[in-house]
Nanobody, 124 residues
Framework: QVQLVESGGTLVEAGGSLRLSCAASGRVFSSYAMGWFRQAPGKERECVAGISWRGRSTTYAEFVKGRFTISRDHAKNMVYLQMNSLIPEDTAVYYC?????????????????WGQGTQVTVSS
């Protein structure tokens, strides 16, 4: 069993930066691939970024490439999402997710555990 708790979401002005954190509990966290997803009102949940269990491979949605960076710290059981150059379209609830497969994936169905989400609001 893996439990995930996100933090770091807040209101920020366009052009600003935020770092989201995801604290994971569970002995097997280090073997899981991790992902960040987001969901805006009236829209489907979409993958923002993913990272393999070793952290050597990452993937990003086209709309965040060059602006967002996913990373993980095995020693601390943490996953991060550094978000720069934020735009109002980035406003959403951001979720951390864990996949037993260990391989990064972009489909929500590939992930087995989810956090409760953290709200990010970008003002224009």
């Amino acid at each position: 069993q893996v439990q995930l708790v996100e933090s770091g979401g807040t209101l920020v002005e366009a052009g600003g930066s935020l770092r989201l954190s995801c604290a994971a509990s569970g002995r097997v966290f280090s073997s899981y691939a991790m992902g960040w997803f987001r969901q805006a009102p009236g829209k489907e949940r979409e993958c923002v970024a993913g990272i393999s269990w070793r952290g050597r491979s990452t993937t990003y949605a086209e709309f965040v490439k060059g602006r967002f960076t996913i990373s993980r710290d095995h020693a601390k059981n943490m996953v991060y999402l550094q978000m720069n150059s934020l735009i109002p379209e980035d406003t959403a609830v951001y979720y951390c997710a864990a996949a037993r497969t260990g391989s990064m994936a972009v489909a929500p169905r590939a992930y087995d555990y989810w956090g409760q989400g953290t709200q990010v609001t970008v003002s224009s």
